[in-house]
Protein backbone atom coordinates (compact mmCIF):
# COMPACT_ATOMS: atom_id res chain seq x y z
CA UNK A 1 0.00 0.00 0.00
CA UNK A 2 1.44 3.43 -1.33
CA UNK A 3 -0.33 5.19 -0.04
CA UNK A 4 -3.63 5.43 2.56
CA UNK A 5 -5.91 7.83 3.08
CA UNK A 6 -8.72 7.45 5.86
CA UNK A 7 -11.06 9.95 6.37
CA UNK A 8 -12.81 10.16 9.51
CA UNK A 9 -14.99 12.60 10.46
CA UNK A 10 -14.88 13.47 14.26
CA UNK A 11 -17.88 15.31 15.77
CA UNK A 12 -17.31 16.13 19.31
CA UNK A 13 -19.87 16.76 21.53
CA UNK A 14 -19.01 18.71 24.62
CA UNK A 15 -21.11 20.96 27.19
CA UNK A 16 -19.90 24.26 28.81
CA UNK A 17 -21.29 25.04 31.51
CA UNK A 18 -24.72 26.41 32.29
CA UNK A 19 -23.40 30.03 33.65
CA UNK A 20 -21.48 30.50 30.28
CA UNK A 21 -23.00 31.97 27.16
CA UNK A 22 -23.14 29.88 24.17
CA UNK A 23 -19.83 30.78 21.54
CA UNK A 24 -19.18 29.78 17.79
CA UNK A 25 -16.86 27.09 17.88
CA UNK A 26 -13.32 28.19 16.82
CA UNK A 27 -12.42 26.37 14.06
CA UNK A 28 -8.74 26.14 12.98
CA UNK A 29 -7.00 24.02 10.90
CA UNK A 30 -3.42 22.49 11.84
CA UNK A 31 -1.56 24.75 10.14
CA UNK A 32 -3.56 27.71 11.95
CA UNK A 33 -3.22 25.86 14.90
CA UNK A 34 0.74 26.49 14.85
CA UNK A 35 0.21 29.97 13.92
CA UNK A 36 -1.97 30.76 16.80
CA UNK A 37 0.70 28.83 19.45
CA UNK A 38 3.67 30.98 17.74
CA UNK A 39 1.46 34.07 18.04
CA UNK A 40 0.64 33.07 22.07
CA UNK A 41 3.42 31.84 22.75
CA UNK A 42 4.80 33.40 26.31
CA UNK A 43 8.64 31.38 25.65
CA UNK A 44 8.75 32.70 22.25
CA UNK A 45 8.28 36.26 23.05
CA UNK A 46 10.90 35.89 25.95
CA UNK A 47 12.93 34.37 23.33
CA UNK A 48 12.92 36.61 21.02
CA UNK A 49 13.45 39.06 23.83
CA UNK A 50 16.79 37.49 24.55
CA UNK A 51 17.43 38.16 20.70
CA UNK A 52 16.96 41.79 21.10
CA UNK A 53 18.94 41.81 24.17
CA UNK A 54 21.69 40.18 22.38
CA UNK A 55 21.56 42.54 19.59
CA UNK A 56 22.29 45.80 22.02
CA UNK A 57 25.19 43.61 23.54
CA UNK A 58 26.64 43.50 20.45
CA UNK A 59 26.22 47.13 19.74
CA UNK A 60 27.52 48.01 23.38
CA UNK A 61 30.53 46.17 22.71
CA UNK A 62 31.29 47.70 19.66
CA UNK A 63 31.34 50.99 21.03
CA UNK A 64 34.60 50.02 23.16
CA UNK A 65 36.49 51.06 19.76
CA UNK A 66 34.91 54.53 19.65
CA UNK A 67 37.01 57.52 22.16
CA UNK A 68 34.61 58.42 25.24
CA UNK A 69 34.06 62.08 26.32
CA UNK A 70 33.04 62.86 29.69
CA UNK A 71 32.38 65.98 31.15
CA UNK A 72 32.82 66.88 35.18
CA UNK A 73 31.96 70.75 36.80
CA UNK A 74 32.77 71.13 40.63
CA UNK A 75 32.43 73.82 43.27
CA UNK A 76 33.94 74.85 46.04
CA UNK A 77 33.69 76.72 49.59
CA UNK A 78 36.53 76.64 51.21
CA UNK A 79 36.90 78.90 54.93
CA UNK A 80 39.33 79.48 56.38
CA UNK A 81 41.49 81.33 54.00
CA UNK A 82 44.89 79.67 53.40
CA UNK A 83 48.16 81.83 54.64
CA UNK A 84 50.85 81.52 51.70
CA UNK A 85 54.13 83.57 52.91
CA UNK A 86 51.84 86.34 54.39
CA UNK A 87 48.88 86.07 51.17
CA UNK A 88 45.63 84.95 51.68
CA UNK A 89 44.00 82.50 49.20
CA UNK A 90 40.42 82.67 48.63
CA UNK A 91 38.30 79.92 47.24
CA UNK A 92 34.86 80.86 48.53
CA UNK A 93 32.80 79.97 45.23
CA UNK A 94 35.57 78.54 43.04
CA UNK A 95 34.99 76.67 40.60
CA UNK A 96 35.77 73.85 37.68
CA UNK A 97 34.64 72.66 34.60
CA UNK A 98 35.87 70.67 31.83
CA UNK A 99 35.60 68.04 29.32
CA UNK A 100 38.15 64.99 28.83
CA UNK A 101 38.41 62.50 25.79
CA UNK A 102 39.96 58.85 26.70
CA UNK A 103 40.38 56.77 23.40
CA UNK A 104 42.07 53.21 24.03
CA UNK A 105 44.72 52.85 21.67
CA UNK A 106 45.56 48.99 22.16
CA UNK A 107 43.48 46.66 25.39
CA UNK A 108 45.81 43.46 24.39
CA UNK A 109 42.74 42.09 21.96
CA UNK A 110 40.37 42.42 24.72
CA UNK A 111 38.12 44.97 22.65
CA UNK A 112 38.26 42.39 19.43
CA UNK A 113 37.44 39.59 21.77
CA UNK A 114 34.63 41.00 23.26
CA UNK A 115 33.05 42.15 19.91
CA UNK A 116 33.68 38.32 19.12
CA UNK A 117 32.07 37.34 22.44
CA UNK A 118 28.47 39.06 21.77
CA UNK A 119 28.08 38.38 17.95
CA UNK A 120 28.82 34.41 19.44
CA UNK A 121 26.11 35.85 22.01
CA UNK A 122 23.72 37.00 19.26
CA UNK A 123 24.10 33.81 17.54
CA UNK A 124 23.39 31.96 20.51
CA UNK A 125 20.26 33.50 21.02
CA UNK A 126 18.82 33.41 17.81
CA UNK A 127 19.23 29.31 17.96
CA UNK A 128 17.92 29.51 21.19
CA UNK A 129 14.89 31.12 19.57
CA UNK A 130 14.72 28.31 16.58
CA UNK A 131 15.24 25.64 19.03
CA UNK A 132 11.52 26.73 21.17
CA UNK A 133 9.49 27.61 17.97
CA UNK A 134 10.31 24.00 17.00
CA UNK A 135 9.48 22.90 20.66
CA UNK A 136 6.02 25.29 20.83
CA UNK A 137 5.07 23.49 16.90
CA UNK A 138 5.74 20.43 18.04
CA UNK A 139 3.45 20.57 21.12
CA UNK A 140 0.89 22.27 18.69
CA UNK A 141 0.57 19.28 16.35
CA UNK A 142 0.57 17.33 19.44
CA UNK A 143 -2.20 18.80 20.86
CA UNK A 144 -3.82 18.78 17.63
CA UNK A 145 -3.80 15.50 16.75
CA UNK A 146 -4.28 14.33 20.29
CA UNK A 147 -7.73 15.72 20.30
CA UNK A 148 -8.58 14.82 16.95
CA UNK A 149 -8.04 11.16 18.75
CA UNK A 150 -10.29 11.74 21.61
CA UNK A 151 -13.08 12.88 19.46
CA UNK A 152 -12.76 9.91 17.45
CA UNK A 153 -12.94 7.74 20.20
CA UNK A 154 -15.79 9.43 21.56
CA UNK A 155 -17.37 8.72 18.37
CA UNK A 156 -16.76 5.50 18.17
CA UNK A 157 -17.77 4.79 22.17
CA UNK A 158 -20.92 6.43 20.85
CA UNK A 159 -21.36 4.03 17.95
CA UNK A 160 -20.48 0.38 20.28
CA UNK A 161 -23.01 2.57 23.00
CA UNK A 162 -25.78 2.60 20.06
CA UNK A 163 -25.20 -1.32 18.97
CA UNK A 164 -25.80 -2.07 22.47
CA UNK A 165 -28.87 -0.28 23.21
CA UNK A 166 -30.44 -1.82 20.18
CA UNK A 167 -29.38 -5.69 21.66
CA UNK A 168 -30.83 -4.24 24.49
CA UNK A 169 -33.95 -3.67 22.99
CA UNK A 170 -34.08 -6.69 20.61
CA UNK A 171 -32.88 -8.91 24.10
CA UNK A 172 -35.69 -7.24 25.60
CA UNK A 173 -37.96 -8.13 22.80
CA UNK A 174 -36.95 -11.88 22.74
CA UNK A 175 -37.27 -12.51 26.27
CA UNK A 176 -40.89 -11.50 26.30
CA UNK A 177 -41.55 -14.13 23.47
CA UNK A 178 -39.39 -16.49 25.40
CA UNK A 179 -36.74 -16.86 23.55
CA UNK A 180 -33.73 -15.28 25.91
CA UNK A 181 -32.72 -15.38 29.20
CA UNK A 182 -32.62 -12.77 32.19
CA UNK A 183 -29.03 -13.47 32.61
CA UNK A 184 -28.81 -12.66 28.48
CA UNK A 185 -30.50 -9.26 29.42
CA UNK A 186 -28.28 -8.41 32.30
CA UNK A 187 -25.00 -9.49 30.84
CA UNK A 188 -26.41 -6.54 27.90
CA UNK A 189 -27.16 -4.37 30.50
CA UNK A 190 -23.65 -5.02 32.80
CA UNK A 191 -21.87 -4.05 29.44
CA UNK A 192 -23.85 -0.76 28.41
CA UNK A 193 -22.93 0.29 31.97
CA UNK A 194 -19.21 -0.62 31.37
CA UNK A 195 -19.75 1.25 28.08
CA UNK A 196 -21.30 4.17 29.65
CA UNK A 197 -18.44 4.38 32.04
CA UNK A 198 -15.46 4.26 29.60
CA UNK A 199 -17.39 6.88 27.22
CA UNK A 200 -17.88 9.01 29.97
CA UNK A 201 -14.16 8.97 30.88
CA UNK A 202 -13.28 9.83 27.24
CA UNK A 203 -15.65 12.62 27.39
CA UNK A 204 -13.95 14.59 30.33
CA UNK A 205 -10.68 13.98 28.23
CA UNK A 206 -11.86 15.15 25.68
CA UNK A 207 -12.56 18.23 27.36
CA UNK A 208 -9.09 18.13 29.08
CA UNK A 209 -7.95 17.77 25.51
CA UNK A 210 -9.73 20.77 24.33
CA UNK A 211 -8.50 22.87 27.28
CA UNK A 212 -4.78 22.08 26.45
CA UNK A 213 -5.66 23.29 22.59
CA UNK A 214 -6.87 26.22 24.10
CA UNK A 215 -4.01 27.11 26.40
CA UNK A 216 -1.59 26.55 23.56
CA UNK A 217 -3.75 28.77 20.85
CA UNK A 218 -4.28 31.75 23.23
CA UNK A 219 -8.03 30.51 23.60
CA UNK A 220 -10.46 30.70 26.73
CA UNK A 221 -11.12 27.90 28.54
CA UNK A 222 -14.15 27.96 27.45
CA UNK A 223 -13.59 27.63 23.59
CA UNK A 224 -15.08 24.68 22.20
CA UNK A 225 -12.91 24.31 19.22
CA UNK A 226 -14.00 22.16 16.18
CA UNK A 227 -10.48 20.63 14.20
CA UNK A 228 -10.83 21.22 10.53
CA UNK A 229 -7.92 18.42 9.40
CA UNK A 230 -9.25 15.45 10.49
CA UNK A 231 -7.87 13.29 7.67
CA UNK A 232 -5.41 11.23 8.53
CA UNK A 233 -3.00 11.33 5.01
CA UNK A 234 -0.89 8.50 5.37
CA UNK A 235 1.72 7.69 3.22
CA UNK A 236 4.87 4.99 3.34
CA UNK A 237 8.00 6.96 4.71
CA UNK A 238 10.44 7.64 2.13
CA UNK A 239 14.42 7.95 2.58
CA UNK A 240 14.29 9.18 6.63
CA UNK A 241 17.58 10.69 6.38
CA UNK A 242 19.47 10.94 10.14
CA UNK A 243 21.23 13.79 9.70
CA UNK A 244 21.55 16.72 12.75
CA UNK A 245 23.21 19.55 10.75
CA UNK A 246 20.27 21.57 11.48
CA UNK A 247 19.76 20.85 15.06
CA UNK A 248 19.16 23.94 17.27
CA UNK A 249 21.33 22.12 20.06
CA UNK A 250 24.13 21.12 17.95
CA UNK A 251 24.37 24.20 17.00
CA UNK A 252 24.01 26.00 20.56
CA UNK A 253 27.07 23.49 21.77
CA UNK A 254 29.31 24.42 18.74
CA UNK A 255 28.54 28.48 19.70
CA UNK A 256 29.38 27.52 23.91
CA UNK A 257 33.11 25.78 22.03
CA UNK A 258 33.57 28.73 20.27
CA UNK A 259 33.24 31.12 23.23
CA UNK A 260 35.44 29.17 25.09
CA UNK A 261 37.88 29.71 23.05
CA UNK A 262 37.28 33.42 23.06
CA UNK A 263 37.22 33.22 27.05
CA UNK A 264 41.02 32.15 26.93
CA UNK A 265 42.04 35.20 24.79
CA UNK A 266 40.64 37.26 27.33
CA UNK A 267 41.83 35.81 29.50
CA UNK A 268 45.32 36.19 27.91
CA UNK A 269 44.77 39.42 27.19
CA UNK A 270 45.18 40.75 30.73
CA UNK A 271 49.05 39.39 30.33
CA UNK A 272 49.21 41.98 27.77
CA UNK A 273 49.86 46.19 27.69
CA UNK A 274 46.97 48.44 27.09
CA UNK A 275 47.91 51.82 25.50
CA UNK A 276 45.73 54.67 26.03
CA UNK A 277 45.17 58.57 24.76
CA UNK A 278 43.56 60.75 27.16
CA UNK A 279 43.00 64.27 26.45
CA UNK A 280 41.47 66.63 28.34
CA UNK A 281 40.69 70.34 29.38
CA UNK A 282 39.67 72.32 32.59
CA UNK A 283 38.65 75.30 33.29
CA UNK A 284 38.65 77.43 36.59
CA UNK A 285 38.01 80.70 38.28
CA UNK A 286 36.84 82.66 41.47
CA UNK A 287 40.18 81.87 42.99
CA UNK A 288 41.62 85.23 45.10
CA UNK A 289 44.69 85.98 46.17
CA UNK A 290 44.62 88.78 48.52
CA UNK A 291 48.04 90.27 50.02
CA UNK A 292 49.29 94.09 51.19
CA UNK A 293 51.81 95.94 48.62
CA UNK A 294 54.04 98.81 49.56
CA UNK A 295 53.63 102.01 47.68
CA UNK A 296 56.06 104.67 48.65
CA UNK A 297 55.91 103.25 52.14
CA UNK A 298 52.34 102.41 52.30
CA UNK A 299 50.69 99.46 52.81
CA UNK A 300 47.96 99.53 49.88
CA UNK A 301 45.66 96.29 49.87
CA UNK A 302 45.61 94.39 47.33
CA UNK A 303 43.45 91.22 45.67
CA UNK A 304 43.60 89.45 42.19
CA UNK A 305 41.21 86.98 40.71
CA UNK A 306 42.77 83.76 39.10
CA UNK A 307 40.51 82.24 35.94
CA UNK A 308 42.21 80.24 33.19
CA UNK A 309 42.11 77.22 31.16
CA UNK A 310 44.44 74.02 31.55
CA UNK A 311 44.98 71.83 28.65
CA UNK A 312 46.60 68.31 28.71
CA UNK A 313 47.26 65.89 26.61
CA UNK A 314 48.00 61.75 28.03
CA UNK A 315 49.51 59.19 26.57
CA UNK A 316 49.37 56.07 29.29
CA UNK A 317 50.89 52.80 28.92
CA UNK A 318 49.84 50.27 31.55
CA UNK A 319 51.94 46.48 31.90
CA UNK A 320 51.20 43.82 33.88
CA UNK A 321 54.34 42.98 35.91
CA UNK A 322 53.59 40.97 39.24
CA UNK A 323 49.92 39.78 40.14
CA UNK A 324 50.86 36.57 41.92
CA UNK A 325 49.71 34.09 39.59
CA UNK A 326 46.35 35.64 38.94
CA UNK A 327 46.22 35.98 35.44
CA UNK A 328 47.82 32.55 34.69
CA UNK A 329 45.28 30.56 36.69
CA UNK A 330 42.16 32.88 34.80
CA UNK A 331 44.14 30.92 32.13
CA UNK A 332 44.11 27.35 33.40
CA UNK A 333 40.26 28.13 34.53
CA UNK A 334 39.23 29.17 30.80
CA UNK A 335 41.07 26.23 28.92
CA UNK A 336 39.43 23.83 32.06
CA UNK A 337 35.88 25.39 30.85
CA UNK A 338 36.42 24.84 27.53
CA UNK A 339 37.64 21.26 27.58
CA UNK A 340 33.94 20.85 29.40
CA UNK A 341 32.47 22.62 26.36
CA UNK A 342 34.06 20.27 23.90
CA UNK A 343 33.19 17.18 26.27
CA UNK A 344 29.33 18.14 26.04
CA UNK A 345 29.55 18.69 22.41
CA UNK A 346 31.21 15.23 21.91
CA UNK A 347 28.79 13.95 24.06
CA UNK A 348 25.47 15.25 23.38
CA UNK A 349 26.40 14.94 19.54
CA UNK A 350 26.43 10.88 20.36
CA UNK A 351 22.61 11.35 21.66
CA UNK A 352 21.57 13.51 19.36
CA UNK A 353 22.41 11.30 16.82
CA UNK A 354 20.79 8.42 18.93
CA UNK A 355 17.48 10.57 19.10
CA UNK A 356 17.38 10.72 14.99
CA UNK A 357 17.92 7.34 15.34
CA UNK A 358 14.96 6.53 17.63
CA UNK A 359 12.48 8.90 15.41
CA UNK A 360 13.46 7.31 12.03
CA UNK A 361 12.69 3.81 13.92
CA UNK A 362 9.35 5.14 15.20
CA UNK A 363 8.22 7.06 12.20
CA UNK A 364 9.05 3.27 10.18
CA UNK A 365 7.30 0.71 12.89
CA UNK A 366 4.23 3.51 13.32
CA UNK A 367 3.52 3.01 9.33
CA UNK A 368 4.02 -0.85 10.14
CA UNK A 369 1.60 -0.69 12.91
CA UNK A 370 -0.87 1.61 10.60
CA UNK A 371 -1.19 -1.69 8.36
CA UNK A 372 -0.93 -4.19 11.47
CA UNK A 373 -4.13 -1.89 13.08
CA UNK A 374 -5.81 -1.83 9.75
CA UNK A 375 -6.02 -5.40 8.76
CA UNK A 376 -6.96 -5.94 12.99
CA UNK A 377 -10.09 -3.98 12.18
CA UNK A 378 -11.13 -5.68 9.26
CA UNK A 379 -10.79 -8.76 10.57
CA UNK A 380 -12.70 -7.33 13.82
CA UNK A 381 -15.33 -6.16 11.34
CA UNK A 382 -15.96 -9.47 9.81
CA UNK A 383 -16.10 -11.09 13.07
CA UNK A 384 -18.36 -9.26 14.55
CA UNK A 385 -20.56 -9.15 11.14
CA UNK A 386 -20.62 -13.01 11.41
CA UNK A 387 -21.36 -13.58 15.30
CA UNK A 388 -24.08 -11.02 14.85
CA UNK A 389 -25.85 -13.18 12.03
CA UNK A 390 -25.00 -16.63 14.51
CA UNK A 391 -26.48 -14.93 16.93
CA UNK A 392 -29.48 -13.60 15.24
CA UNK A 393 -30.27 -17.51 13.66
CA UNK A 394 -29.64 -19.08 17.54
CA UNK A 395 -26.09 -20.40 16.59
CA UNK A 396 -23.87 -19.00 19.08
CA UNK A 397 -24.39 -17.33 22.33
CA UNK A 398 -24.37 -13.95 23.68
CA UNK A 399 -21.10 -14.31 24.99
CA UNK A 400 -19.47 -14.81 21.22
CA UNK A 401 -21.36 -11.73 20.53
CA UNK A 402 -20.38 -9.78 23.14
CA UNK A 403 -16.63 -10.90 22.75
CA UNK A 404 -16.51 -10.04 18.63
CA UNK A 405 -18.22 -6.51 19.76
CA UNK A 406 -15.15 -5.87 22.45
CA UNK A 407 -13.10 -7.10 19.40
CA UNK A 408 -14.68 -4.38 17.24
CA UNK A 409 -13.77 -1.52 20.05
CA UNK A 410 -10.12 -2.01 20.37
CA UNK A 411 -9.38 -3.03 16.68
CA UNK A 412 -11.40 0.38 16.22
CA UNK A 413 -9.58 1.86 18.96
CA UNK A 414 -6.15 0.27 18.39
CA UNK A 415 -6.13 2.16 14.76
CA UNK A 416 -7.36 5.54 16.17
CA UNK A 417 -3.84 5.71 18.37
CA UNK A 418 -1.67 3.99 15.39
CA UNK A 419 -3.02 6.95 13.34
CA UNK A 420 -2.22 9.70 15.77
CA UNK A 421 0.93 8.37 16.65
CA UNK A 422 1.56 8.31 13.24
CA UNK A 423 1.29 11.61 12.98
CA UNK A 424 3.14 13.22 16.41
CA UNK A 425 5.90 10.26 14.93
CA UNK A 426 6.39 12.80 11.77
CA UNK A 427 6.38 15.66 13.80
CA UNK A 428 9.03 14.22 16.15
CA UNK A 429 11.17 13.37 13.02
CA UNK A 430 11.40 16.66 11.81
CA UNK A 431 11.73 18.31 14.84
CA UNK A 432 15.02 15.55 15.80
CA UNK A 433 16.67 16.93 11.92
CA UNK A 434 15.81 20.42 13.08
CA UNK A 435 13.92 20.58 10.15
CA UNK A 436 10.76 21.37 11.56
CA UNK A 437 9.22 24.79 10.36
CA UNK A 438 6.15 25.92 8.06
Known sequence: MNKIKIIISCCVALCTVSEVPAQQPLRISLSECREMALTHSEELQQADNTIQQAKLDRKIAATAYLPKIDGAATGAYML???????????????????????????????????????RIGEEVASEQYRMKRMDVIADADNAYWTYIAVGCKVRMLESYKAQMDTLHKQ?????????????????????????????????????????????????????????????????RPGQLTPDIASRPELHLL?????????????????????????????????????????VGGTKVPFSQEFRDGIGMAVLSVKIPIFHWG????????????????????????KLLNIEVQQAIRNVQDGYELINTAEKGLQQADENLRVMRNRYVASMAPLTDLLDAQSQWQ??????????????IYETEYLRATGALDF
Do not use: W
Open 80 to 118: PNIDIMGMELSMRGTYMAGLSLTQPIYAGGKISTGNRLA
Open 171 to 235: TETALSAGLATENDLLRIEAKRSEISYQLQKVKNGADLCRMSLCRIVGADFNTQIEAVDTTFIIS
Open 254 to 294: EKQVAAGKEQIRMARADMLPTVGLGLSYMYYGNVKLNSMVD
Open 326 to 349: EIHKKVRKAKYELKNAELDLQKNT
Open 410 to 423: QAESNLIEAQTQYK
